[in-house]
Every structure is written in C-alpha cells, then in structure tokens.
T-cell receptor, first 113, second 115 residues
Framework: ETGVTQSPTHLIKTRGQQVTLRCSSQ?????VSWYQQALGQGPQFIFQ???????GRGNFPPRFSGLQFPNYSSELNVNALELDDSALYLC????????????FGQGTRLTVV | AQSVSQHNHHVILSEAASLELGCNYS??????LFWYVQYPGQHLQLLLK??????LVKGIKGFEAEFIKSKFSFNLRKPSVQWSDTAEYFC?????????????FGRGTQLTVWP
C-alpha cells in the first residue's frame, strides 16, 4: 500500500455528464499529480497541484480541472464527458523538493457510455 | 521535448529466462529515471530509481537497471523471471526542471511469464 487512496474505484457515466474523482495524498506529501491511462498506453500527465494551485498542466483541454485542499487532498473534475475520456485515472502524491519519488493510488476506472 | 520510449510492447518468457526491457530517454541535463510496475488490478509500484551516482541500480524483487548516458538508455533487467513477474512495466522520467510528480511515461511493456 502506498498511502494514496482514490475514490471511487469504478464509475460509469453518460456522454455529456460531469464527474468528480477524489484523491487523498500520502502523509508528508504536499503535491498531487493526476494522470490519465488509456487502455494499452502509459499514464499521461494531466496536471499537478501544489499549495492549492495548479502547478503545471499537460495537453488536456480546460474541461479537465482540479482542486487541492488545505490537507493536500485533491479532486479531478471532468465536464462534458466524451467517450474517449474512458480510462484509468491515477493520482500520485509527492514532495515538491524532488527528494522523493511519486507514489500512486490504485486509480479510478471511468467508463463513458 | 523530453520523452521516454520503450522498445518492446509485449514480451513473453518462460520461467527462469532472463529479462531485459529497453528504455530510452531523450533529454539532457539532470536525469532522474524510474521503472514502475503495474500488476493486474493493482496500483503502480516503484521498482527502482536512478537519481545520480552508481549507474547500476538495484530495485525490489531482484530487478536492476543500468543507466548508460552515452546511449541515453535505462534498461531493466532480471536474471531469472518468475510467473509472478507477469505485469506491465513502465519507464518514466520527470519533466525537465519539474518535480518528481510530473512524469513522462513510456507506453509500457506487458510481460507475460509462462510457468
């Protein structure tokens, strides 16, 4: 176990709906990163949160947004869901000082129908 | 742009065979590289990491990797695989100048080990 927990584990949504995924970071970690892992692909960086602000973003449209809370937990929100958003969404926690690697949660499997 | 690439997408081996999975990176400067493993239904786990120093890095479960700067490579090796090593393996490196949470991943290599 990594100490990074994500909820829910599985989710089915309809195209056009909105979804919120949650992540609790490992104790002592102040940074949360979100990744999308499509079937047969490696995880792709969506964005990172540090001090409750977005700290870098990958090549994802604005309908992917996030939040970080004072306890370092985080949410990923996706609006106007598309079929291609079906994927495993991974959360990783780390420290900003680059001294430790990232630890991943078990992921949320999102299916858009 | 920084990138990490993996050569083999699917490797099938018999138990006790030796394993080498290729990984190449394309960026210079300070290099930090990782191998993660994803067992079926489980979260990504760190196998080993290279930050600096000895280019031969030993990880968990008998895995090792060698950082070869001249070849921009960080190949994963194991002398004798077991059925329980069946999993997907990812090579990763951080975005230049970013924290270790912002990683570029290779496409992954699915390893299947037959008993």
């Amino acid at each position: 176990e990594t100490g990074v927990t994500q909820s829910p584990t599985h989710l089915i949504k309809t195209r056009g709906q909105q979804v919120t995924l949650r992540c609790s970071s490992q104790s002592g970690h102040n940074t949360v990163s979100w990744y999308q892992q499509a079937l047969g692909q490696g995880p792709q960086f969506i964005f990172q949160y540090y001090r409750e602000e977005e700290n870098g973003r990958g090549n994802f449209p604005p309908r992917f947004s996030g939040l970080q809370f004072p306890n370092y937990s985080s949410e990923l929100n996706v609006n106007a869901l598309e079929l291609d958003d079906s994927a495993l969404y991974l959360c990783a926690s780390s420290r900003m000082d680059r001294t430790t690697e990232a630890f991943f949660g078990q992921g949320t499997r999102l299916t858009v129908v | 742009a920084q990138s990490v690439s993996q050569h083999n997408h699917h490797v099938i081996l018999s138990e006790a065979a030796s394993l080498e999975l290729g990984c190449n990176y394309s960026y210079g400067g300070t290099v930090n590289l990782f191998w993660y493993v994803q067992y079926p239904g489980q979260h990504l786990q760190l196998l080993l990491k290279y930050f600096s120093g000895d280019p031969l890095v030993k990880g968990i479960k008998g895995f090792e990797a060698e950082f070869i700067k001249s070849k921009f490579s960080f190949n994963l090796r194991k002398p004798s695989v077991q059925w329980s090593d069946t999993a997907e393996y990812f090579c990763a490196g951080p975005d230049r100048g970013s924290t270790l949470g912002r990683l570029y991943f290779g496409r992954g290599t699915q390893l299947t080990v037959w008993p």
